[in-house]
């Protein structure tokens, strides 16, 4: 019998953010970068699916008019409040998101969806909250990966609870079955940081600045995450 609910948010409020910080300092140019390749703008709406502490909302807040995020864990959705008191977040599963249909521009789901126990639902949760002309973007681990296909990375460590790691093809008709059309894929930099690099433990440096210089170089199916931008079908049944 696999986890349910109830053990997914204990492991998030009581391991994965148990010596949670809230966002601050610079945002990253990675996720500036983000607000650009969305095209964000200030009548938008935006959500972001398992939005952790918020670091990414933080940085979408200025260009857009209102911010809503949601995750499992109630630890994370304090930081959030925290950091963006004007901000409408809620806590709980992906699956039974709280919110109208057909009411944001912009919804966002970034290196979570494998982790989600119903991924297809709450794919289809997304769809019935955006638009239909909204942008959706969703950041996935890939089973092309290099280091992973050689046996050199076995995933994180929220394989413990759960983690899916699909094809990027895969990936694609799991998007398309939940009635999402795929407009664009892009690599995921966000390694080429002193952030990422240059963190505990420090013996790990070295292998950090090379497995960063090579994710510039590899083709799309070699990396780690890819980042799928995608439309909802227009005439996919779930829609109203």
Known sequence: MGPNHKDVREYYDKVYYKELISPHGRPSRH??????????????????????????????????????????????????????PDGRFSTGPAEELPYADNEFDVVTCLGSLEHFLDQQGALEEILRVAKQDARILILVPNSGFLTYRLGLYRGTNQQNIRETIRSLDEWAKLFERAGLEVNGRWKDLHVLSRRWIFRTPFYLVPLRMLQAAMLVIWPLNWQYQVYFECRPISSFSIRR
Not at 46 to 72: F, K, P, T
């Open 31 to 84: 996720l500036q970068g983000l607000v650009e390749k969305l095209a964000l703008k200030k009548s938008d709406r935006i959500l972001d699916v398992a939005c952790g502490s918020g670091e990414w909302l933080r940085v979408a807040q200025e260009s857009v008019s209102e911010v809503a995020g949601i995750d499992i864990s109630e630890k994370a959705i304090e930081a959030c409040r925290k950091v963006m």
